[in-house]
T-cell receptor, first 109, second 116 residues
Framework: GQNIDQPTEMTATEGAIVQINCTYQ??????LFWYQQHAGEAPTFLSY????GLEEKGRFSSFLSRSKGYSYLLLKELQMKDSASYLC??????????FGAGTTVTVRA | IAGITQAPTSQILAAGRRMTLRCTQD?????MYWYRQDLGLGLRLIHY???????GKGEVPDGYSVSRANTDDFPLTLASAVPSQTSVYFC???????????????FGPGTRLTVL
């Protein structure tokens, strides 16, 4: 199985930058996903990394180091609408996703 | 385009009752999944189907069953509900079942189930 750890909560100010870390131990690795989930809603796809390095997509970037079992999601120029839970998920050797418990980000004015 | 729909939106159920949660997708995705989401535990895979006619067990399959008679529908049945099955249930689908590029999973709106 997988062991995926991410912080429970983070708070940041509007316009600031927040980095959400995710560490994992995996039996096989076929990619890492980040999802955003607003309260009471479904998770929606944010990013995917399978090779080491940084993937940038607008205000959001995701980084992966496979040798360290480590990823982070970087949220820049925070907006109030970015208040949500962010889920780290690892795709294992059977191509199934295992999710971390999620990090709740609160953006304050 | 509706994407993935789930029914009901929420349900309160007496323990011991049988319940089927419905999931339908119109994206012609091959793979479908059922997850439960509990506070502090994240999403956990219950059952999955890589293609119509096949199903597999996930991390927490006990007490649940699924069927995949066609591409679009993937119902989840609780044969005899227990209070520990109180949770939010999400259905998801993906184009290929995992081994094709990103094969992103798309989630339905969820069903909030309370078993008393």
């Amino acid at each position: 199985g997988q062991n995926i750890d991410q912080p429970t909560e983070m708070t940041a100010t509007e316009g600031a930058i927040v980095q959400i870390n995710c560490t994992y131990q995996t039996s096989g690795f076929n990619g890492l996903f980040w999802y955003q989930q607003h309260a009471g809603e479904a998770p929606t796809f944010l990013s995917y990394n399978v090779l080491d390095g940084l993937e940038e997509k607008g205000r959001f970037s995701s980084f992966l180091s496979r040798s360290k079992g480590y990823s982070y999601l970087l949220l820049k120029e925070l907006q109030m609408k970015d208040s949500a839970s962010y889920l780290c998920a690892v795709r294992d050797r059977d191509y199934k996703l295992s999710f971390g418990a999620g990090t709740t980000v609160t953006v304050r004015a | 385009i509706a994407g993935i729909t789930q029914a009901p939106t929420s349900q309160i159920l007496a323990a011991g009752r049988r319940m089927t949660l419905r999931c339908t997708q119109d994206m012609r995705h091959n793979a479908m999944y059922w997850y439960r989401q509990d506070l502090g535990l994240g999403l956990r895979l219950i059952h999955y189907s890589n293609t119509a006619g096949t199903t597999g067990k996930g991390e927490v399959p006990d007490g649940y069953s699924v069927s995949r008679a066609n591409t679009d529908d993937f119902p989840l049945t609780l044969a005899s509900a227990v209070p520990s099955q109180t949770s939010v249930y999400f259905c998801a689908s993906s184009p290929s079942g995992g081994d094709s590029g990103t094969d992103t999973q798309y989630f339905g709106p969820g069903t909030r189930l309370t078993v008393l």
